[in-house]
């Protein structure tokens, strides 16, 4: 039989994912989970082969899938529309061999299609005789079988864990072709055309958030419905469709979405979501949160709360009632009573204070510069049991960059806050689902893909934390790990001791503040000129 993908053939360098993108096209005629598995180890495939041979892409911070496409470089070549193509084929893969999810043929046939085109993709950029292709869906087998034995999930679980060659070893073999195709990109990207072979634009919208829906627990036809007709709205008729409508176990609404064209800003839906808002609040006695989207890019919108905020995806159920739980029950922040035994020092309770103000204003960010020494820990565990009291987070992620640091901050907050369940995720004992999790950075990255409970689904949602603890060791953190605060919607506290005058630009924009002005500041000067800290000497070595 022919296939989409053949014509690869004609030049030896496409040899190490090829074979692979022809292998999940011939799956088709097995089962579609088995597609979209295959569909997903042969992108994966030519991503890493992209990496190999384009000078243009530096290393990122680690080897998995997830990370080599959510690269600035990466991104920067391929494109958006191409970028989520690729993500959707990853996800799909995911959701096909660690869940009991069904996937669908029209599913598993975007996922393929997609491979075609990034492979096409490939072809335009580097090939030495390149045309423009379309993609043949009329070649792809049918299967009924949508279920998944326990013997077909091994044989999913084992297709993705092939042995890959380090990417690191790949690139130093590649290290003079790199230069060269990179160069080769370039001048075909001046007398070259692309163009993606797609579903029209809103079939193609409608399966990125719906998998986006699923993949986070939403059940079509149960709770999550689409088309809501509502009454109340201000048009000539009336009445209004809401996209979709996410319900909690009540019945009630917890969240709406409302989906623009790929083409358009996100923001467009805004003020329509608003009034779908509007709408089911007065037919339900309930103001759902308000999520708007392109397929692309996300926004939340809790808009009796805060701002609207980009983020990278619909909450699950369980977060959206966590959510609602909080809007519902929290208390002010102004004048709270700040636990003596923690924290007793006049500068820590000026962070505290401070800190406490910034989110009581509706801000989502504090940076704290404080000496070391002075008990940055000390002041946020003070943080930490004020929201908890004050029923402003349920669950708490501190991260770290070092084992060692990760462990003496669990240690500290269980001497500081001894009710609060507490997880170091670098020790399989402890039980992941405690209210606070402290973590490296590079276990945290590796946990939100990877961290799944029984029902096969992801523990580390988008919005699973609602205030994030950054131990900032290092400048090069922020950059390095940036993908975190991108994933998680939650509240960040970063502390720091270096000082002002020479924290990296970088950190103040992750925290949304000026250069040299974040939240508090309390530096080693001032700690010696207190009494709490005394100066250092270097030591001299003959």
């Not at 911070?61 to 990466?74: G, H, V």
């Not at 000539?236 to 790929?262: M, Q």
């Not at 940036?482 to 925290?511: C, M, Q």
Request: charged residues 30%.
């Amino acid at each position: 039989m022919d296939s989409n993908f053949s014509y690869l053939k004609k030049e030896d360098k496409y040899n190490s994912f090829v074979d692979s993108c022809i292998d999940a096209e011939n799956l088709m005629n097995v089962s579609y989970p088995f597609a979209a598995t295959g569909a997903r180890k042969a992108m994966e495939l030519a991503v890493r082969w992209l990496y190999a041979n384009d000078d243009a892409l530096r290393h990122p911070y680690d080897d998995n899938f997830a990370a080599l496409i959510n690269s600035y470089d990466f991104r920067s070549i391929v494109g958006d529309d191409l970028y989520r193509a690729i993500d959707y084929t990853r996800r799909l893969g995911n959701k096909a061999t660690h869940t009991d999810m069904q996937v669908s043929r029209n599913q598993a046939i975007l996922s393929i299609r997609n491979l075609f085109n990034f492979t096409h993709f490939i072809d335009y950029c580097y090939s030495i005789d390149y045309e423009e292709r379309t993609f043949d869906e009329s070649i792809l087998g049918y299967n009924n079988s949508l279920r998944k034995s326990e013997q077909e999930k091994k044989k999913l679980k084992k297709m993705l864990s092939v042995n890959k060659k380090s990417l690191e070893d790949l690139i130093k073999e590649n290290e003079k072709l790199r230069k060269e195709n990179e160069k080769i990109r370039k001048d075909n990207e001046k007398t070259r055309t692309y163009k993606a072979d797609s579903l029209n634009e809103k079939d193609t919208r409608k399966a990125y958030i719906d998998l986006d829906l699923e993949l986070n627990g939403w059940e079509f036809g149960k709770n999550c419905l689409e088309e809501v007709k509502v009454s109340n709205m201000k048009n000539s008729s009336g009445i209004g469709y809401v996209d979709y409508v996410l319900y909690g176990d009540n019945g009630k609404p917890l969240g709406l979405v409302e989906a623009k064209r790929t083409s358009e800003s996100p923001k467009l839906g805004k003020v329509q979501a608003q009034l779908y808002a509007d709408a089911l609040e007065i037919e339900t006695g309930v103001r759902p949160i308000i999520f708007y989207t392109n397929g692309i890019d996300y926004y939340i919108w809790d808009d009796k709360n805060y701002p609207e905020r980009k983020i990278s995806g619909i909450y699950s159920k369980d977060d959206l009632e966590s959510l609602k739980f909080i809007n519902e029950n929290k208390t002010s922040l102004e004048n709270s009573l700040i636990n003596d035994n923690i924290t007793n020092r006049v500068y820590q309770k000026a962070a505290i204070t401070r800190t406490l103000e910034s989110f009581n204003e509706g801000r989502m960010k504090a940076l704290l510069v404080m000496a070391t020494g002075s008990g940055k820990t000390r002041t946020a565990a003070s943080i930490v049991d004020i929201l908890i009291k004050n029923n402003w987070v349920k669950n708490i992620l501190f991260l770290a960059d070092r084992t060692v640091l990760v462990k003496q901050a669990k240690n500290s907050f269980a001497e500081y806050l001894p009710d609060l369940s507490l997880c170091n995720l670098l020790d399989n004992k402890d039980d992941i689902n405690s209210r606070m999790v402290f973590s490296t950075y590079p276990t945290m990255m590796n946990a939100i893909d990877n961290k799944r409970g029984a029902d096969g689904e992801r523990i580390f949602t988008v919005g699973h934390f609602d205030l994030i603890i950054l131990d900032e060791s290092h400048r090069s953190i922020y950059k390095k790990y940036k993908d975190i605060f991108d994933y998680f919607d939650a509240k960040l506290l970063g502390l720091t001791a270096t000082p002002v005058n020479e924290i990296d630009r970088n950190t103040y924009r992750v925290f949304d503040l000026e250069d040299g002005n974040p939240t508090f500041a309390y530096d080693l000067s001032d700690a010696i000129k207190d009494g709490y800290l005394v100066n250092y000497e270097l030591a001299k070595v003959s």
